[in-house]
Every structure is written in C-alpha cells, then in structure tokens.
C-alpha cells in the first residue's frame, strides 16, 4: 500500500469536490467550537458557584448536636399500660456545645496526613444592635489564618482585610446586615448574646458572600473575641472544620471520626447534595449538546463522501481496474474524511478558544458578586483534547461507512454498465 499515493488521490478528489468538503469541514469547525465555548462556560459557572457554597463549605464537620434522650422509660407490656401511666418522650438536654478535650482532638486531627488543615470555630446567635435596630444574626469566632487558608474568605471581603481580625474586639460583618443598619467600616456595633452578655465591637471589613440568606445576619470575628463575648474560656469551640486531600473520602471518613471522637459530624455531599446534583446536570448537559452538534457534523461528511462515491464510481473502477485493491480505495476515502476532520478540528479548536476568550471578557457585574466582573469561563486543556478526540471519531466513523462501500465497488459493472 503506497501511503502517499492514496492521500495524493484522496487530496485530488477533494479538490474536485472543494465547496462541499469546505460545508463538511465547517460544520466540524462549528461543532468543536460550540462545544468548546458551552463546555467550558458551564464547567466556569460550576466552578464559581462551588466557590460560593462548596468552598466555603468544610469536607467534614464535627460537632455537639442537640438530640433528644436517648433512655426514654421501658414500654411495660400491654396488661400495664391499660391501668398505668407512664412518663414518656423526655425533653432533649443541653449537654453543651462545647467540644470536650477540643485541643488534644485537633492535635490528632493535624497529625492525620488525610487531613490538609483543621479550623476550630465558635458559631453562636447573637442579637446586633446599632441605635434603635436590633437584628437577629450568627457571629463565627474563627482562626483566622487557618480560616483563610481553608476557604480563602478574603475573596469576598469587599471593604477591609481578613487579617484585621487579629485585632482585639473587631468584627467582619456581612453586606446586607450592613445595609440593613447602615454601617460602615470603622463604625462600632453592639452584640448581645442570648445569655444577656454585650459587647461593643469594631467594624474592621464587609464581607459578600453573594448569598443573601448568609450576608444577611452572618459575622465574623475572632476566636478569641467571640469566647470573651460568651464568657467561656479560651478551649470553648463549638465546631471542628476539616478539609481533605482527597475530597470523595468525606463521607466514610466522617464517620470514623465520628466513633472515634464521639462527636457528631456531617460531610460536604450530605449537606450540599442538592448543589452537587445541579452541577452535575449542567455539566452533563453541556456536553451532551456539544456531543450532538459534533455527530451532526459527522452526518455532513457522511452525506458528502456518500454522494461523491456515486459521483465518482468511474474513477473508483478505474481504479481497481489498473491493479488498486479494495483496501487501497477504503483507505483514499477514509484519507479524505479524516482530511476533513482534520482542517475542521484545528480550526474548531481556534474559534472556540476565540468565542471563550471573548465569553470571558464581556462585563458582568451584580451586586450579589462584587467579586466577579466578567463571566466565568474554565480554561482546561481537557476541553480541548475532548473536542478533537471526538472530532477524529465522528468523522472517522462517518468516512467509514462510504469508504467500505466504495472498496466493494465491482469494476467490471460499472464499465459494462456504462
């Protein structure tokens, strides 16, 4: 088989057919771009999106939940209970949100190397005061370094710096609980805690989440600010936040620090499945439509190389008839469609870098994410060799057909045919 010879026959015969291999290749070229461009917008949107909720979310969280009493009193059997009452459904009790031994079980959590940090908090309702308003809200004593490192809460401050919080009785409060009362940075808030404890704290920053029901009444301060406001001591923590290495672990490792440590404890896909689902279905169908526009392009090629064989059953005869084989024949047809899909993927994936390019410059501003100022576009190569991959299958599998066709052509009929 002279490889060279069948591509020169395979580039001859599309020049012959130039306009109609031009259609098929574009339509190659718009099925990568378009798929390109949809793949990696919604792959951006997802991503934004998981930095809203799912990366400000820890992996694995453990804590003290209220629970009702676990020893209600023994049923008696039937005989009793028709002349006797009995106490039953005894109220929960307030075992405290306290972790006990909280330090030493932290030490164990960073000794752990599945574990990349852990981040003790402090979460507590509290009542904001400023003049004449009171607002209910939740104030978070956070490590602030720790706290930074694990969810990068710097990313949605948009008055003031994280590490301002280093400062005694200061406070991050969020958008929307600043608009309600009309701060600012550098005003003073009164927060009073349901034990009647009040306390005057400076506003150091404004945080956005871009989520209204968390800017609305959610605060930051200090761990050890937020343990004077309450008058616990400095081993008080309500809740251990832990980020993992690896992310799909979450749930198995949740519970084994929950029998380990005797806490309670929820991952990220229990408490985000509803989140976790919808990403999953953007992504899903994104590529199945940019999947779609490539096999229609590959019924282009399809139709085209279909109609060329009929169009050149001599040149095909004559072919076979100076000593070419079926093989050989399949071979120019499946040259000239893998030519095709060639010149279409290149330039496919030039365009789609081109529209995503253009996608990520166009403005796109919103008072629920200051932060973001264009739209969200995801650059990963994967995207890239995914369109090309997929665009050699199609049109490999579309020359196929006409190319098997055209290797059993019999010469001898369509000389005594004509």
Known sequence: MNFKLILNIAIHLLRARLKQSVVAAVGVTFGIAMFISLVSFMNGLNDLLDGLMLNRTPHILLYNEIKPSENQPISLSVAYQKSTHFISSIKPKDRGKSIYNCKIIIQDLKKDKRIIDVAPKVTTPVLFNSGTIEISGVINGIDVLAEEKLFKISDYIVDGKITDLLQNNSVIIGKGLADKMLLSKGDIIKISTSKGNLASLKIVGIVEIGIADIDNISSYTSLSTAQKLLGEPTNYITDIQLKLFD???????????????????????TANSQFETGSSVRSIISYSVGIVLLIVAGFGIYNILNMMIYEKMDSIAILKATGFSGNDVKWIFLSLSMIIGLAGGVFGLLFGFIFTHIIDIIPFETAALPT????????????????????????????????????????????RGK
């Not at 799909?248 to 519970?255: D, E, R, T």
């Not at 005797?262 to 991952?267: E, K, P």
């Not at 299958?393 to 019999?410: E, N, Q, R, V």
């Open 247 to 269: 992310m799909a672990s979450a749930p198995i490792l949740a519970k084994e620090f929950q029998n380990k440590y005797n806490l309670d404890s929820i991952d990220y896909q």
């Open 372 to 415: 973001i100022k264009t739209y969200p576009i995801s650059y990963k190569v994967i995207y890239y060799v995914i369109g090309i991959a997929f665009a050699f299958f199609t049109t490999a599998i579309a020359g196929l057909f006409p190319a098997l066709k055209a290797s059993k052509i019999d010469p001898v009929e369509i000389i």
